[in-house]
């Protein structure tokens, strides 16, 4: 029997309910996962204890450390979902929309409070800026190229886009924010014209949409 892939990509994004939430009713799917290993530990874990705790014949997950940021990372992943056919989802998470000097902890799970404190406003440095936005173009440009290379209409599903939960608080977020919902609106026409879905949505949208064990 041939087993389906779900790519995980930029899981140092991801929150740890919504991994395990997704996870736990697609067991029979390999979930494979990719980005920064080392900022993920308790995320790895309680996925892990999910797919421990589940039935027999459950399939482990994979983890692998690449950087989507990256042009490296971004190699490394396309050469993944290659090896991992047929993939059934690519799920790419985004970094927040601002440049930042230290990421937020994502241990509190996905419902991050609307209201950021004046604090966190700081001035940042434009060589962290430009690192920031060429980093989040490149993100989605390459995950996008490399999702679509593996893509079948008769076993795949699509690419879904996870916003930040926060929102943009300076102008080059706000920048990112509308050139990302630009560039999945000209896109998605790509996807359609293939019987695939392009979604850019909020995780909690996506987990209320995809956890149920439909398919």
Known sequence: MTIASCIWIGIE???????????????RSRQVFCG?????????????????NGQSGDLAPEWHDADAGTTIGAGLMSDLLRQRRPVEEVVLMLPPWDARHHPASLEAGFQVPSEVPLEVR???????????????????A????????????????????????????????????????????????WWQERHLQLALMQPAQWLSERAAPTR
């Open 13 to 27: 994004h991801l929150a740890k309910d919504l991994a395990v939430g997704a996870v736990s009713p697609h067991r």
């Open 122 to 140: 700081l001035e940042v440095p434009s060589e962290v800026t430009l690192d920031h936005a060429r980093s989040f173009v490149e993100r989605i």
């Open 142 to 189: 390459m995950s996008a190229a490399a999702a679509r290379a593996v893509m079948s209409p008769s076993e795949s599903i699509g690419m879904t886009i996870l916003s930040p939960t926060t929102p943009a608080l300076t102008a080059l977020g706000a920048g990112l924010q509308a050139l990302t919902e630009t560039w999945a609106d000209v896109e998605r026409s």
């Open 36 to 52: 920064r290993l080392a900022a993920v530990e308790g995320l790895r874990a309680a996925v892990n204890e999910q797919t421990f």
